[in-house]
């Protein structure tokens, strides 16, 4: 069992409480801001677009929502290569932190081949989700160009995984946010038109962000594969235990199903708001483009916290494995609730940077308001939906998921947003009530394994 050092004075309370804090900002940091360069790719491309017309922020919201629920399906599905590298990393166990890495390659590029074959349904994928005209074949467009970005993401997503799971977290945030810079020129380039390029609108973002992806897996799979400790952790070498690759993919079929679950239950919100027209669909696309972009803060810690437990469980550590989870819920919901004051204060600036349409500026910053709750709860599900992974508790995540995203949430907020006619209001509002309930369920669950002897 590991000893945090005790200070003259201290508990083995406080002094582990300040390992795992220290620990968790180390991880942390650079994950949430790789993790913020993530959304922060789709935030850029969201305001320069919006800028240019409010139908064409329609059509890139709702495209990319399409595309982005395909990646988060098969990011899920490539989710056990974190947490079997951070148990092997606990348990000194480092080929195996290799062989994990090396497992989830093929599965990725599997993945994004079959990503590939779904977005480029197009405007036929648009209009079997329900929508029609203008926005199915605008949308449709968008989706068929940022199919071919799904193939990189996941492989740069993968190996970021890998490197988190060594807490070696800097490179990935430092790539991201040198892809973030190639992105806004790109987006200057096809979105706006310069020179001979003509101006693209929403699938000159499309664009942009494809080849900006390519960029990111290209960089990041040279890099991990060209690690001076490469032997170490047996990068170029036979797999040690193939038979750890079926608890891998158990590991990954569950997160994957979950969170394929949740992202297109948050999906379908966005193809409800499109139902309500094209201004609901742009205000509804500002207020879940900036819940998004500010649940990074979430994933990042969610992920530091995945690590953190996931190295005591290698260890067979109890005691240190629940308080890292606990750690890690308690310093989101600091956090969240601050960045959800920002928001409920600034929500008119923030609406501002989105559009500056009359008719769409009231609607967008009703929603916003409601964000700064959302995201408190919504953040905290998900830091102990990893929390748990981290133990390799895979199966209850994926349940509560499931059924507090897509049993609960979408259904009734159907029913509020169009038969009862609350509109886009209703819709945000039921997020809010499919996470607190998810939330609770959750960090009971957590409460109940941390009690129970690991062996």
């Known amino acids: 069992m590991y000893e945090a050092p005790i200070r003259p004075g201290e508990t083995w309370f406080a002094a582990r409480l300040r390992r795992h804090l220290g620990e968790l900002i180390r991880l942390a940091v650079p994950t949430v801001i790789s993790r913020f360069g993530v959304l922060m790719i789709a935030q850029v491309d969201a305001v320069m677009v919006g800028h240019a017309a409010t139908a064409e922020l329609a059509y890139l919201n709702i495209g990319n929502a399409v595309v982005i629920n395909i990646i988060v399906a098969c990011m899920g599905l490539l989710l056990g290569t974190l947490v079997m590298t951070s148990n092997a990393f606990g348990a000194e166990d480092y080929r195996a932190c290799g062989a994990a890495w090396r497992r989830s390659l093929p599965m990725a590029f599997g993945l994004g081949l079959i990503g590939l074959i779904i977005a480029w ?69 096809f979105v706006y038109g310069t020179g001979p390029v003509p101006p693209m609108g929403a699938e000159g973002a499309a664009w942009a962000t494809t080849i900006v992806r390519w960029a990111l897996a290209i960089s990041i799979v040279a890099y991990v594969w060209w690690l001076p400790d490469r032997d170490r952790f047996g ?129 967008a910053r009703s929603l916003v308001v409601v964000v700064a709750g959302v995201l408190v709860l919504d953040g905290g599900q998900a830091v102990m939906a990893q929390a748990l992974r981290g133990r390799r508790d895979v199966w209850a995540p994926m349940i509560c998921q499931v059924g507090c995203y897509g049993g609960v949430m979408v259904p009734v907020a159907y029913w509020v947003a169009i038969p009862l006619g609350y509109g886009v209001q209703g819709l945000i509002w039921t997020v809010m009530g499919a996470s607190a309930i998810s939330i609770v369920l959750l960090a009971g669950r957590f409460r109940l394994l941390a009690r129970r002897p690991l062996g």
């Open 121 to 189: 349904q197009g405007r036929d994928l648009m209009e079997i989700l329900g929508q029609t005209g203008d926005l199915a074949a605008g949308s449709g467009a968008v989706a068929h160009i940022m199919g071919l970005g799904v193939l990189p993401v996941l492989i740069f997503l993968t190996t970021n995984f890998f490197l988190e799971g060594l807490r070696r977290p800097l490179p990935g945030m430092v790539l991201m946010l040198l892809a973030n810079l190639l992105n806004v020129g790109l987006n200057w380039v």
């Open 235 to 363: 990068l170029r070498k036979p797999d040690p235990d193939p038979a750890a690759g079926k608890m891998q993919r158990r590991i990954g079929y569950a997160t994957g199903i979950g969170m394929a679950a949740e992202s297109a239950a948050f999906t379908a919100m966005i193809l409800f708001a499109g139902w309500l027209g094209e201004l609901s669909a742009a205000a509804y696309g500002i207020a879940f483009n900036l819940l998004a972009l500010f649940f990074m803060v979430a994933i990042g810690i969610g992920g530091a916290t995945s690590v953190r437990v996931g190295i005591a469980f290698g260890r067979r550590d109890r005691a240190d494995m629940e308080l890292a989870g606990w750690t890690g819920l308690g310093a989101n919901t600091v956090l969240a609730g601050c960045i959800g004051l920002l928001i409920f204060f600034q929500a008119d600036v923030l609406v501002g940077f989105y559009t500056a349409d009359p008719a769409l500026v009231p609607i």
